[in-house]
């Protein structure tokens, strides 16, 4: 009864206010006109970059001037706009048969920034290889018996197996019957006791802290300290997280608002891990583009990040610098003093260090160390010590491999203690990562250590994943660099070979004839060739005029030969038909 007068109070609304709604639906109008028209150039050249850029600009132009026209408007001027009665009668029915121009959602208003992101480790490659394996299934006649996913890091997927002490330390903590059991060594159960401990309820099927397990995060500072020589770690500046990406997509939404009416921008490099530059579109901020020098290893030069962020700064405030070490694509290994540059960098023009640092584990070549960007700012001194930093690491990568579980952790460093504050807020909205996860975070940084019943296996597993990959990169290097037409940097570290190659001018035009960039057709001519499927270098960004693709280098050995000569057979019969 109460409710019903304020109810009314807010149906009835005021002349200027139905004048508002009016000029909304205009703004929309005019929007989904210009939407229709970005669709076009996006179905009209899919890999067309420049017109991607060019549809995107005039969205973002349309915007402002709808906005800056409403703005006029409001000024007491009657818009022309009529506002059509809500039809009561309307169906909301969720049939098959409905006519598509009866639904409530179509490309027309959804959100635009979902249209524009791209994921290229996921895109029409891999559609088309799934399609390719059920025809397979159905006795569809093929050149090859089988497809090979050499397109995502998912190490469990091609063949690796799991580390024994991880899966015991989570059977423990799912099923506490089995702490009765003689079958699990003592340390493990001990483990997951503390674990448990840590739970409400002595469950994991309880929610957690937003920020996880006070227990695993208080582990995590432990093994950084560890890792870095001492250096002292907080764990209130620890968050568990689902695998590294909710992590970074949290910090690129915190930072995502306009500065002195300037957009933000994120500096990103090319080569870089589509993560990125999709959550860069989904949030509608601006991806700033810096180079890495593939004729020096894929190294970065302070210069490069100079000329990127002063070019940049004309339309957009970059506030945060991406760097991914080892890298991903290109498994490159920064040097200490390639790491000091870019802190120097990121001081001098007052810019937040993102240091996605997931593969810090797989590190092959023999004059390549991994170095903590902490841990190089740390010993840097005052003002470098003092440097926004956040750092992340998750178990799907290293020698663990645990892709499906979805754990990580961030460490947030130097942040402003009220911006800190509010981070936390965003974060227990979304409650708490899954304990599953949280539970893999604590096998990582908390291993079994010598003289304990399950040090010996984890020691051999661990060591002979590592061995293996080490193997698979220089087998992988070896192979590629034999072909013609290849330049192929050696893979230092992470899980990936980015070689460029050479398409003839030829092959080039029959890929613009296809609609098709050369490098995505170099693409799917493999796949349907002989069943290897890779990601093109188009979808992780390249120089203008160079064409690469990514492979992993996790099918088992055996399995990698069998791929490597296929692809070599691919590679001289492409190079015959379109030299």
Known sequence: MYLQPKMSRMLIKPAAATMSVALQQQQRQQQQHVIRRWKSFLSSSSNNNGNRRAAKTTLAAATTTTTTTASRSSGGQSSNATIQPLDVHRSFSTSNRMPSSEKSLSLDNINPNFIAMEYAVRGPLVIRAGEIEKELEKGVKKPFDQVIRANIGDCHAMGQEPVTFLRQLMALTFEKRLLDSPEYPDDVKQRAIAILDGCQGQSVGSYTDSAGLEVVRRQVTKYIEKRDGGIPSDWQNIYLTAGASPGIKTILAMINSEVCGKPPGVMVPIPQYPLYS??????????????????????????????????????????????????????????????????????????????????????????????????????????????????????????????????????????????????????????????????????????????????????????????????????????????????????????????????????????????????????????????????????????????????????????????????????????????
């Open 278 to 579: 999709a959550t860069i579109s989904e949030y509608g901020m601006t991806k700033v583009d810096y180079y890495l020098e593939e004729e020096t290893g894929w190294s970065l030069s302070k210069a490069e990040l100079q000329r990127s962020f002063d070019e940049a700064k004309k339309t957009c405030n970059p506030r945060a610098l991406v760097v991914i070490n080892p890298g991903n694509p290109t498994g490159q290994v920064l040097t200490r003093e390639n790491i000091e540059e870019i802190i120097k960098f990121a001081h001098e023009n007052q810019v937040l260090i993102l240091a996605d640092e997931v593969y810090q584990d797989n590190v092959y070549d023999k004059n390549s160390k991994f170095w903590s960007f902490k841990k190089v700012a740390y010993e840097m001194g005052e003002p470098y010590r003092s440097q926004e930093l956040v750092s992340f690491l998750s178990t799907s990568k290293g020698y663990l491999g645990e892709c499906g579980i979805r754990g990580g952790y961030m460490e947030v460093l130097n942040l402003d203690p009220k911006v800190k504050a509010m981070l936390t807020k965003s974060i227990t909205a979304a409650l708490c990562s899954t304990t599953a996860g949280q539970v893999a975070v604590s096998a990582l940084v908390n291993p079994p250590t010598p003289g304990e019943p399950s040090y010996d296996l984890y020691k051999k597993e661990r060591d002979g994943i590592l061995a293996a990959l080490k193997e698979r990169a220089e087998l992988v290097h070896k192979a590629l660099n034999s072909f013609e037409g290849y330049t192929v940097n050696p893979v230092q570290g992470a899980m990936y070979v980015f070689p460029q190659v050479e398409i003839p001018p030829k092959a080039i035009e029959a890929a613009k004839a296809k609609g098709m960039a050369p490098d995505v057709f170099y693409a799917f001519e493999l796949l349907e060739t002989s069943g290897i499927c890779i990601v093109p270098g188009s979808g992780f960004g390249q120089k203008p005029g160079t064409y690469h693709f990514r492979s992993t280098i996790l099918p088992q050995t055996d399995k990698l030969k069998l791929m490597m000569e296929k692809f070599r057979v691919f590679h001289t019969e492409f190079m015959k038909k379109y030299k």
